[in-house]
T-cell receptor, first 109, second 113 residues
Framework: NAGVTQTPKFQVLKTGQSMTLQCAQD?????MYWYRQDPGMGLRLIYY???????DKGEVPNGYNVSRLNKREFSLRLESAAPSQTSVYFC????????FGPGTRLTVL | KQEVTQIPAALSVPEGENLVLNCSFT??????LQWFRQDPGKGLTSLLL?????REQTSGRLNASLDKSSGRSTLYIAASQPGDSATYLC????????????FGKGTRLSVIA
């Protein structure tokens, strides 16, 4: 997981609260991705960013917003958290071979 | 829509055994295939990347093969060790550039000492 950091590592929210998950990379790659991982569902793409200033929806974008602040950082925002968003969230980088961050474990009560 | 299946979902073997993990995909028009390892509570670690033009890749005790026409890949682990215990994930990409990965649900491997 070298080169990709995610904060926070753990978070508990109440339904309706908002929060932003942060991802930063020091590998100078253009492409960054947000996935969620759920038991029995595998990893699913939420949003991705091909380059600074661009973002695109993935398979499960509803309830999320993203921001590509600069080449290093790609944030994921939950405006009004729901229990269905309880999951482990992973940030990934690069095009050809993807590398993943350590993840954020989010629980929404 | 591309679907990736990994069989078995879980596997338990004694230390020292050679083993094969299977991955199948429904659309053979892939750009590449990547195998990952995930330890409990951790992120994904890339093990091997096979481009669509390649038949196999090797890294240490790991060998991954790709048969695009039949929509299959295998990950061979030689002389398994307890430290190999983890979940192994297979993922395929349809195109180059920013085409996202499609993941299988993984095979949970336990190697018993």
């Amino acid at each position: 997981n070298a080169g990709v950091t995610q904060t926070p590592k753990f978070q508990v929210l109440k339904t309706g609260q908002s929060m932003t998950l942060q991802c930063a990379q020091d590998m100078n790659h253009n492409s960054m991705y947000w996935y969620r991982q759920d038991p029995g569902m595998g990893l699913r793409l939420i949003y991705y960013s091909a380059s600074e200033g661009t973002t695109d929806k993935g398979e499960v974008p509803n309830g999320y917003n993203v921001s590509r602040l600069n080449k290093r950082e790609f944030s994921l925002r939950l405006e009004s958290a729901a229990p269905s968003q309880t999951s482990v969230y992973f940030c990934a980088i690069r095009n050809n071979e993807q590398f993943f961050g350590p993840g954020t474990r989010l629980t929404v009560l | 829509k591309q679907e990736v299946t990994q069989i078995p979902a879980a596997l338990s073997v004694p230390e020292g055994e050679n083993l094969v993990l299977n991955c199948s995909f429904t659309d053979s028009a892939i750009y590449n295939l990547q195998w990952f390892r995930q330890d409990p509570g951790k992120g994904l670690t890339s093990l091997l990347l096979i481009q669509s033009s390649q038949r196999e890749q090797t890294s240490g005790r790991l060998n991954a093969s790709l048969d695009k026409s039949s929509g299959r890949s295998t990950l061979y682990i030689a002389a398994s060790q307890p430290g190999d215990s983890a979940t192994y994930l297979c993922a395929v990409r349809k195109g180059s550039g920013n085409t996202p990965l499609v993941f299988g649900k993984g095979t949970r491997l336990s190697v018993i000492a």
